[in-house]
């Protein structure tokens, strides 16, 4: 079956415009993280969802960044008014249940100029 | 929060070499996973091991949660095994995952 899938593979904005990530998880898996991973921090995390409850967003870096998950699927992360500081590759990752291994998409490389 | 650290930080060995790469983690773990990150920046999934032995081929890995260390053995080596190699755990009552900081592997044919 399919992987975890992102969307765009590569985004380049000037700072102080917002940019849009999409994540696709695996089919079925009811776990969604969002990750990421930059020069100077290595790879950190960002927000996690688990089915309906509500994210877990204690990795969020700034309020200038959010993400949601429709219909249990599909995410998208925003974040606002970018710095050159956000310049990183941003990572996607599934998992079926609590507990089980994580699946990483192929990840968004962001550059802010 | 928790210390994941791996050793060493960089590994440069001829084809056909074995190696044994470390990953020590400071509070106890529901997960430990390894993965290789590729050339292109693809995470591959390499052991989902919260404890005990794995083999997958060349690959095998070995977790003692009650010392919090996990050990990844690559036998043969193959220029195709170059990469960064990543230990991360999950805190028990914490669903994300922790990285360590990684250890580069350049395989020289």
């Known amino acids: ?113 | 929060g928790i210390q994941v650290e791996q050793s060493p930080p960089d590994l440069i060995l001829q084809e056909g070499a074995n190696s044994t790469l470390r990953c020590n983690f400071s509070d106890s773990v529901n997960n430990l996973q390894w993965f290789h990150q590729n050339p292109w920046g693809q995470l591959i999934n390499l052991f989902y091991i919260p404890s005990g032995t794995k083999q997958n081929g060349r690959l095998s890995a070995t977790t003692v949660a009650t010392e919090r260390y996990s050990l990844l053995y690559i036998s043969s080596s193959q220029t195709t095994d170059s990469g960064v190699y990543f230990c991360a755990v999950e805190l028990v009552g914490n669903e994300k995952l922790t990285f360590g900081t990684g250890t580069r592997l350049t395989i020289i044919p």
């Open chain 1, 1 to 113: 079956g399919a992987g975890v899938s992102q969307s765009p593979s590569n985004k380049v904005t000037e700072k102080g415009k917002d940019v849009e990530l999409r994540c696709d998880p695996i089919s079925g898996h009811t776990a969604l993280y969002w990750y990421r991973q930059s020069l100077g921090q290595g790879l950190e995390f960002l927000i996690y969802f688990q089915g309906n409850s509500a994210p877990d967003k204690s990795g969020l870096p700034s309020d200038r960044f959010s993400a949601e998950r429709t219909g249990g699927s599909v995410s998208t992360l925003t974040i606002q008014r970018t710095q050159q500081e956000d310049s990183a590759v941003y990572l996607c990752a599934s998992r079926v249940v609590r507990f089980n291994e994580q699946f990483f998409g192929p990840g968004t490389r962001l550059t802010v100029l």
